[in-house]
Nanobody, 122 residues
Framework: VQLQASGGGLVQAGGSLNLSCTLS????????MGWFRQASGKEREGVSCISNSGGGALYADSVKGRFTISRDDAKNTVYLRMNSLKPEDTAVYYCAAGVTIPTWAEGRYDWWGQGTQVTVSS
């Protein structure tokens, strides 16, 4: 069972990035997926999560209107489209999978990816 996050990088403020998280060893369609981030010196926080049906999604207030979570069960991949990036979005972004309703509770997610670094320059 493995989650592989990718798509991070260095971008200027106002730019966009598209993160991907691909699952191997299990089937995406059974799991709620979450994106979390951890900035240097700060606690990890929830960014967005989406139900296994794709019908319910949550967004942190700080990213509403700028980030969009989506999933492609056929590709076993969940995405986080990030637009209008700000320097405060700089963090390591993690994807996680769990048998749960969409939630910010990290303990409800059973599997975590390694993280991908997003750096937004001003």
């Amino acid at each position: 069972v493995q989650l592989q996050a990718s798509g991070g990088g260095l971008v200027q403020a106002g730019g966009s990035l598209n993160l991907s998280c691909t699952l191997s060893g299990f089937t995406l369609k059974f799991y709620t997926m979450g994106w979390f981030r951890q900035a240097s010196g700060k606690e990890r926080e929830g960014v967005s999560c989406i139900s296994n049906s794709g019908g319910g999604a949550l967004y942190a207030d700080s990213v509403k209107g700028r980030f969009t979570i989506s999933r492609d069960d056929a590709k076993n991949t969940v995405y986080l489209r990030m637009n209008s990036l700000k320097p405060e979005d700089t963090a390591v972004y993690y994807c996680a999978a769990g048998v749960t309703i969409p939630t910010w509770a990290e303990g409800r997610y059973d599997w975590w990816g390694q993280g991908t670094q997003v750096t937004v320059s001003s």
